[in-house]
């Protein structure tokens, strides 16, 4: 096994059972240690068919809406920087960004109670996040 390979293992330990399949393409950096860290972890690698990128549609709109939204937009410094970055877009995706496909619904549902009155109504907060690059939008409390 490569030192790659070993390295992924130990990022994944602990996370494997919240994954049932690595849909992957067919792409020759992925060798057959890359595999096998996966399949040791009860994670079953599906390959998309070759030449066809429309395959793996979901995964690809993922990055571009990640690249368009937040990395192109943000210099990183380092593996650390950008782990800190994409998770923080991450949660603001999956908890405040509007989402065409479920009625412009979020995937989390927010746990902020309904307003209560017109006044909480009309007093909205701006929250910044990514230092400013997003920013989502709340009632006052």
């Not at 412009?104 to 909480?120: F, G, K, N, R, W």
Request: aromatic content about 8%; hydrophobic content about 45%; some cysteine.
């Amino acid at each position: 096994m490569t030192q790659a390979a070993r390295n992924l293992l130990m990022d994944l330990d602990g996370h494997a059972d919240r994954f049932r399949f690595l849909i992957r393409d067919r792409d020759a950096k992925f060798t057959a240690a890359f595999d096998a860290v996966f399949t040791a972890a009860g994670i079953e690698v599906v390959k998309i068919p070759p030449r066809a990128p429309k395959a793996n549609a979901l995964a690809e709109r993922w990055v571009r809406t990640l690249r368009t939204e937040c990395l192109d937009w943000v210099l990183v410094w380092n593996r650390r920087h950008l782990q800190r970055v994409v998770a923080e877009y991450v949660a603001h995706y999956n908890t405040a960004r509007p989402h065409r496909g479920i009625g412009l619904e979020v995937p989390t549902a927010a746990s902020e109670p309904a307003p209560a009155s017109m006044e909480q109504i009309r007093r909205i907060e701006r929250l910044d996040v990514l230092g400013g690059l997003v920013h989502e939008y709340c009632h006052a409390a």
